[in-house]
């Protein structure tokens, strides 16, 4: 099992930055991507926000490119979503993921952090 502790979140004003942060601990090995996921409006499922692969590729939904940047600390085994200049609809749950290959795909979910941006 894997298990994700989630920081940061919170409150910012519009234009303000928030830096969430996740670390995964125990069977950690075989990891494929890590990142974080959120409902966007009128989507049941979660869907990406940005995420980063091993090897360090990294993707962004097109409403955070440019904004938002996320890194990743292999030997932590954590994630680092820097959010900058960031705007009301921003506002939601986020969810950290992370993701490992062994008999097929495996997914673990944090239990999500708020964010909540305002004037």
């Known amino acids: 099992q894997v298990q994700l502790v989630e920081s940061g979140g919170g409150m910012a004003q519009v234009g303000g930055s928030l830096r969430l942060s996740c670390a995964a601990s125990?069977?950690?090995?075989?990891?494929?991507?890590m990142g974080w996921y959120r409902h966007f409006p009128g989507k049941d499922q979660r869907q990406m926000v940005a995420t980063v692969a091993n090897g360090g590729s990294r993707h962004y939904d097109p409403s955070v490119a440019g904004r938002h940047t996320i890194s990743m600390d292999d030997a932590k085994m954590a994630v680092t979503l820097e959010m900058n200049n960031l705007k009301p609809e921003d506002t939601g749950v986020y969810y950290c993921n992370f993701r490992r290959r062994k008999f097929g795909t495996l997914n673990y979910w944090g239990q999500g952090t708020q964010v909540t941006v305002g004037s």
């Open positions: 125990g069977d950690t090995t075989n990891m494929v991507v």
